[in-house]
């Protein structure tokens, strides 16, 4: 078993299949007690296995745990992070020129130190993704103030600086955080580096969101070849950065790279994203991917909500409009109902 | 297996860092522009009491027009030449007069640096939005210079500020020094 992702799964089918045992003896069927005892010996080294090489969570209390575990880490990261940038912001007038240009550098470095410990000292590692983030929170910190202590132009190369140093950040020990903005931050880097070469701010993939949405898609196939544990964190980064600007492009009156006129591109868009949605629901089903499930319906009940409120809002009676939305809900459940009896029966 | 962090965790900070000292000074080193006075009517000054870096911008008002590449509007990279007209009336005296491409040329065509600031700028359209970069950190030397601390921007304090900016090779700033100049 080669991730940590893999090994939780093992684990769980060893969970799901010892609550069946429990619950058939529980209704009385008969099971070979020697079988059963076999299995149950090999399951315990398993899991025994299992806990010691990828600390798996084997029991529902374990897993309830570890989420916790993982929302007071993304806190922890949180925290330290500001009370970082605070206390460089206070002590930064006091400080000559060198000892600015040394605390900056400084920063980072002792993130990525103090996470290579806290990996080797814990064995669940959260302390260590907590340093990982902080680090990265770092290293931007180092970079932009960095770039205004000697009036530096900007320049789209810093961010792909940042996607460097999050991507050695997080691969050793496979932090998806760090993971995720060093995907994010390749895939603005791309269209920015591009606008950049051509004469323009390169800030202006932020001001045209549809420039970000080609080379998120490109890069996705590419994130498909990281490691099992860093996949998903890498495709929701992605398909966010080609979801969250169509929905703008596809909503609003901001402005895009498209040569036609704005109601023309934003209708272009509209199209454009009811395909999307529908390729990657199908997608997520044919893959099993319940991410991209989970991120085409959100996205999807989004935009058809905008959809509605554009359309009808300022003149259907507001009891009337609701209604309408409640009926197409329930159409849509009798849809997917339908749709599932006939997976079933196939 | 022990794991290790990528060298680059190590490095790319390290990196970075030798990379801005060195572009800094072939910024500053290379063929520099003499220096430009301006007064406190072409600054704006942001100077906070909770120990953040102070800094300045340049304003400024247009004389002429970039020429328009028709293109959808979007804010493309150039640079500017501003000089101090003479004219009292405005509230900056600091005034765009040409824009370009490149910088070389610009340099060839207005050589003196006392009277023609060359700076890397931000142009939408047919107008100079904003000069790169858009502050320029004051050092902790000349801040002793400032007035009081403020919340906001300052942009005529009582005693009037000379301030003495300088463009390197690299078109990026530094501020040589600032005096006072006492009101009449």
Same mark, same amino acid.
């Given at each position: ?125 959260? @302390? !260590? ?8 929170? =770092?290293?931007?910190?180092?970079? &932009? %103030? +960095? $770039? #205004?202590? /000697? ?124 395909? @999307? !949605? ?8 044919? =893959?099993?991917?319940?991410?991209? &499930? %989970? +991120? $085409? #319906?959100? /996205? ?47 | ?184």
């Amino acid at each position: 078993m080669t991730s940590r992702s893999e090994a939780q799964h093992r684990a769980d089918q060893v969970a799901a299949f010892r609550h069946e045992v429990a619950a058939l003896q529980a209704e009385g069927v008969a099971l070979d007690a020697a079988q059963l005892e076999a299995v149950r010996r090999h399951h315990d080294a398993l899991l025994t296995a299992l806990t010691r090489e990828h600390d798996v969570d084997a029991t529902l209390a374990a897993r309830q745990m570890s989420l916790g575990m993982r929302a007071a880490s993304l806190l922890g990261a949180a925290a330290l992070t500001a009370a970082i940038v605070s206390f460089v912001s206070r002590v930064w007038s006091s400080l000559p020129e060198a000892g600015q240009v040394a605390l900056l550098t400084a920063a980072p470095l002792a993130g990525v130190l103090a996470m290579s410990i806290a990996a080797r000292l814990e064995k669940t590692r959260y @302390v !260590a993704s907590l340093f990982a983030s902080v680090a990265c929170a =770092a290293f931007v910190m180092q970079t &932009v %103030m +960095l $770039g #205004s202590l /000697f009036n530096m132009r900007s320049s789209p190369h810093t961010v792909a600086a940042w996607s460097i140093f999050a991507l050695a950040v997080a691969w050793p020990w496979r932090f998806w955080l760090p993971y995720a903005f060093a995907v994010g931050a390749a895939a603005v880097y791309v269209p920015a580096v591009l606008m950049w070469a051509l004469g323009y701010h390169w800030a202006v993939v932020f001001e045209r969101p549809d420039a970000l949405i080609l080379p998120a898609v490109l890069l996705l196939p590419l994130n498909q070849r990281a490691p099992a544990d860093l996949v998903i964190a890498g495709r929701t980064t992605l398909l966010g950065l080609v979801l969250i600007p169509l929905l703008f492009v596809s909503s609003t009156s901001v402005s895009t790279l498209l040569p036609v006129a704005e109601g023309t591109a934003r209708v272009l868009y509209q199209l454009i994203a009811v395909a @999307v !949605a529908i390729a990657l629901i199908a997608d997520g089903i044919r =893959a099993r991917h319940e991410d991209k &499930v %989970m +991120l $085409g #319906s959100v /996205f999807a009940g989004i935009f058809i909500l905008i959809r509605f409120v554009d359309w009808w809002w300022d003149w259907m009676p507001k009891y009337l409009f609701f209604l309408i939305l409640a009926a197409l809900a329930l159409g849509g459940l009798w849809v997917l109902r339908v749709m599932r009896r006939r997976v079933k029966d196939a | 297996m022990t794991r290790l962090p990528s060298i680059a965790a190590w490095v790319v900070p390290v990196l970075f860092t030798a990379s801005i000292l060195i572009l800094s000074a072939t910024n500053r080193s290379g063929a520099a522009r003499a220096p430009m006075r301006l007064s406190s009517s072409e600054v704006s000054l942001y100077n906070s009491p909770t120990g953040r870096a102070p800094w300045l911008s340049l304003t400024w008002t247009h004389v002429i027009d970039a020429p328009s590449r028709g293109v959808r509007d979007l804010p493309r990279r150039g640079f500017a030449v501003l000089t101090l007209s003479s004219d009292s009336g405005v509230e900056s005296r600091l005034t765009v007069v040409d824009t370009g491409d490149d910088a070389d040329a610009l340099a060839a065509r207005y050589p003196d640096g006392r009277t023609h600031l060359i700076a890397a700028a931000t142009i939408r359209g047919t107008r100079v939005v904003e000069l790169e970069p858009s502050r320029i950190a004051i050092p902790a030397h000349l801040a002793a210079q400032l007035p009081p601390p403020a919340w906001r921007t300052s942009r005529a304090p009582s005693t009037a500020l000379v301030v003495t900016v300088q463009y390197g090779s690299r078109q990026e700033p530094w501020l040589v020094d600032i005096s006072h100049r006492a009101t009449p």
